[in-house]
């Protein structure tokens, strides 16, 4: 059945665009279709959270997580209403649609070190593709109508029982698919209080049904001193419709929308919440809470343990089969009949509050964090070609490698050379300039200068324009440069200028130029580039590992597949990069000095990801963010969006990017260094050894 269904979704794939007629779909639909950019490095934790209720629990998850890892989260969700609420993630994106090609190339582009699918969620098609991968999947467990149903289709559920850890939420669910339950996480919730204030009590209906507000309505209107009503109707698009049978009971009430201070004027008999990701920062302001869908038979209740975290007294109806172990739990107040809703919220208003389920709840989110940290993957899943279908064509790509002369020309100082098998995104720049930083005498860093305008003339000053943005950079930074098509003609300039050993940034396949120290850098999350050019970006075989004096491993450990091509005696570096300050207008400024502005973020690097990453371990949140290609040549037309967006706003952007733009910009480079964590002692020591360092 499995086989069936996911052949099923392969048949259908050239019919999914034409779901962008459906309004609904239309919000965030090339995400839907798996063509969103990725702002996660690989080997990031995917949680999939599909509701803005599941994302509430998804967040204490994340935040349990983050006390633990430091691996940046993607939080995946079902529609466009969950996807704007912040739940503490990297990145939130639209899942696909559950189809194997569309997934997969997702999966290929995040190679998460693990799949979490919140509230068993199951999407069959997913959980295939991540089983091929070799990609835990981790399931928290509730037992609802789709996985009944899901269990009815001959074959599946032992099928996918197979492919998946199981983690029950309650006895119920546990029973169905075994293993020790977990509890409700929302017990745990971060509590975090709206931005909205009102004087008085407040009785609180929380996702409620057309068939619960009117006697909830009523019920609050017997109440004396009547308390204001905060009505969150469970569907949004019944907004408009709530809001207009408010009017006709002649209630005066007011949207949420509408207030732009967040104050409830007084006077006011209805606040109707027609916001999203407010409500669970509102019970700890409120006298009681009546929780939605108790009263309706379909549903089952929605659960209360986000009111109960934060002591706020509970009302429900007799219907709570879908949330059953959590309403067990609590010291609730039943009301059999909506006739007796008032007495049964008068009641609840008059009992003292309490909050002894947050701490019971930070500890089951404790429990489930432990037992998720043994099935991570130690790194992130294997690569596969990005591009397949151009196998064919990376052979002729080999042939003319193989056929690239070797050094044979030895320069009249010491040559260093650090290069990648990758065409780009490794990491030379920050690792030559590390090196230059360290030697003896007068080292000078070499580079044929990428984006630099024409000319096979050597130059050794100049802005980006004339050396290359990289070397412009290291410029800026008080290095010594000189930029040339032909390294070994810039080398001999530099000697002749009093430069005393040469570093050659991206120097792996250059010929005709003898090196004394080779040094090669690979990047832990894509040690292989997806595969040899044009399938990947992997421009040199696995074979020229064997060149490597020195294998500098970022960002990771060194991956094991490449130790079969490393030969005897190489040091091993491995390091991580941290930010260290901030660069405006020429002067270095400590992390700390940001003004409190909103902030707007861009990069031009070949991994932007790692970029934005590093924002966010700042606490940085951009309002908005962009990424270009790698070498970005910024214009006119964008050098003027940048100045409009200073006035009101910080422009934060890579040190690289600062150096392609005029030096007085206000605008504020992040400078990230590289830190070394295993390897250090061992690599100044072979400078020391060859003489280049005191």
């Known amino acids: 059945m499995l086989l069936l269904l996911q052949l099923f979704s392969l048949l259908a794939t050239p019919f999914l665009p034409f779901l962008i007629l459906l309004p609904r779909l239309r919000v965030g639909f090339r995400e839907r279709l798996g063509m969103a950019k990725i702002e996660v490095e690989p080997g990031a934790i995917w949680i999939h959270a599909a509701s803005l209720g599941e994302g509430r629990l998804a967040?204490?998850?994340?935040?349990?997580?983050?006390?633990?890892?430091?691996?940046?989260?993607?939080?995946?969700?079902?529609?466009?209403?969950?996807?704007n609420v912040d739940v503490g993630a990297d990145q939130t994106l639209l899942l696909p649609f559950d189809n194997p090609l569309l997934l997969g190339r997702?999966?290929?582009r995040v190679r998460p070190r693990i799949l979490i699918l919140v509230e068993a969620e199951l999407w069959p098609c997913l959980i295939a593709a991540a089983a091929r991968r070799q990609i835990p999947v981790v399931v928290g467990a509730r037992v609802g109508h789709g996985l009944r149903r899901l269990a009815q289709l001959p074959g599946m559920w032992s099928s996918l029982r197979k492919k998946i850890v199981w983690m029950p939420v309650d006895a119920?669910?546990?029973?169905?698919?075994?293993?020790?339950?977990?509890?409700?996480?929302?017990?745990?919730?971060?509590?975090?209080?709206?931005?909205?204030?009102?004087?008085?009590?407040?009785?609180?209906?929380?996702?409620?049904?057309?068939?619960?507000?009117?006697p909830?309505?009523?019920?609050?209107?017997?109440?004396?001193?009547?308390?204001?009503?905060?009505?969150?109707?469970?569907?949004?698009?019944?907004?408009?419709?709530?809001?207009?049978?408010?009017?006709?009971?002649?209630?005066?009430?007011?949207?949420?929308?509408?207030?732009?201070?967040?104050?409830?004027?007084?006077?006011?008999?209805?606040?109707?919440?027609?916001?999203?990701?407010?409500?669970?920062?509102?019970?700890?302001?409120?006298?009681a809470a009546f929780i939605g869908g108790t009263f309706v038979a379909r549903v089952g209740g929605h659960s209360p343990m986000e009111a109960a975290a934060v002591g706020c007294p509970v009302v429900h109806g007799p219907h709570t089969r879908s949330n059953a172990a959590a309403f067990d739990a609590l010291d609730s107040f039943l009301c059999l009949e909506p006739e007796d809703l008032a007495e049964s919220l008068s009641e609840a208003m008059a009992a003292p509050r309490g909050n002894a389920l947050a701490q019971q709840?930070?500890?089951?989110?404790?429990?489930?964090?432990?037992?998720?940290?043994?099935?991570?993957?130690?790194?992130?899943?294997?690569?596969?070609?990005?591009?397949p279908i151009l196998w064919p064509l990376s052979l002729?790509?080999?042939?003319?490698?193989a056929l690239r002369p070797r050094p044979l020309v030895r320069a009249r100082i010491p040559v260093i050379s650090v290069g990648s098998l990758l065409a780009g995104g490794a990491g030379k720049t920050p690792v030559a300039a590390w090196l230059a930083e360290?030697?003896?005498?007068?080292?000078?860093?070499?580079?044929?200068?990428?984006?630099?305008?024409?000319?096979?003339?050597?130059?050794?000053?100049?802005?980006?324009?004339?050396l290359g943005d990289e070397l412009c950079m290291l410029a800026r930074r008080g290095l010594r440069v000189a930029s040339a098509p032909d390294r070994r003609l810039a080398v001999e300039r530099a000697a002749s200028e009093g430069a005393t050993i040469a570093v050659l940034d991206d120097g792996l396949q250059v010929g005709g130029l003898a090196r004394d120290l080779e040094v090669v850098v690979v990047d832990a999350r894509w040690p292989g580039g997806g595969g040899p050019i044009p399938v990947g970006e992997r421009r040199l075989p696995w074979s020229w590992l064997g060149k490597a004096d020195v294998l500098w491993v970022n960002h990771g450990p060194l991956p094991q597949e490449l130790r079969p091509f490393l030969k005897p005696g190489v040091v091993v570096v491995e390091a991580r990069y941290r930010s260290v300050a901030w660069l405006r207008r020429g002067q270095r400024l400590p992390l700390e000095s940001l003004p409190k502005r909103p902030v707007v973020a861009m990069a031009g690097i070949a991994r932007p990801e790692g970029f934005f990453r590093q924002?966010?371990?700042?606490?940085?949140?951009?309002?908005?963010?962009?990424?270009?290609?790698?070498?970005?040549?910024?214009?006119?037309?964008?050098?003027?969006?940048?100045?409009?967006?200073?006035?009101?706003?910080?422009?934060?952007?890579?040190?690289?990017?600062?150096?392609?733009?005029?030096?007085?910009?206000?605008?504020?480079?992040?400078?990230?260094?590289?830190?070394?964590?295993?390897?250090?002692?061992?690599?100044?020591?072979?400078?020391?050894s060859r003489g280049w360092r005191g």
């Not at 509890?183 to 407040?202: P, S």
């Not at 407010?278 to 700890?284: S, T």
């Not at 002729?396 to 490698?401: D, K």
């Not at 360290?438 to 802005?463: A, C, F, H, I, K």
């Open 615 to 688: 924002l966010r371990r700042l606490g940085i949140r951009p309002v908005r963010a962009w990424a270009y290609p790698d070498h970005h040549n910024f214009t006119w037309m964008d050098l003027q969006s940048i100045e409009a967006w200073l006035d009101d706003h910080l422009v934060l952007l890579t040190e690289k990017d600062a150096a392609r733009l005029p030096r007085d910009l206000g605008a504020h480079a992040l400078v990230v260094e590289p830190e070394l964590v295993s390897g250090e002692e061992e690599l100044l020591g072979l400078l020391q």
């Open 361 to 387: 709840g930070q500890d089951r989110v404790d429990r489930v964090v432990e037992r998720l940290l043994p099935l991570l993957r130690p790194s992130a899943a294997p690569e596969r070609w990005l591009r």
């Open 216 to 287: 909830l309505l009523e019920a609050v209107r017997k109440l004396n001193p009547r308390p204001l009503l905060v009505l969150a109707p469970r569907e949004s698009d019944r907004f408009g419709t709530v809001a207009a049978w408010l009017q006709q009971q002649g209630e005066n009430f007011v949207r949420r929308s509408s207030l732009t201070d967040g104050r409830v004027p007084a006077g006011v008999q209805v606040l109707l919440l027609d916001s999203f990701g407010e409500l669970g920062g509102l019970y700890v302001q409120a006298r």
């Open 172 to 214: 119920e669910a546990a029973a169905f698919g075994g293993g020790e339950p977990t509890g409700d996480l929302k017990a745990g919730a971060q509590t975090t209080v709206a931005a909205l204030r009102w004087k008085g009590d407040a009785v609180i209906g929380a996702c409620t049904y057309v068939e619960e507000e009117g």
């Open 396 to 401: 002729l790509w080999s042939l003319a490698t």
């Open 106 to 108: 997702l999966l290929d």
């Open 438 to 466: 360290r030697l003896n005498g007068q080292p000078v860093v070499v580079s044929r200068g990428y984006g630099r305008r024409r000319g096979s003339d050597v130059r050794t000053s100049g802005e980006a324009k004339d």
């Open 59 to 83: 967040a204490n998850l994340i935040a349990g997580m983050q006390e633990q890892l430091d691996l940046p989260i993607l939080r995946t969700c079902s529609s466009a209403t969950a996807r």
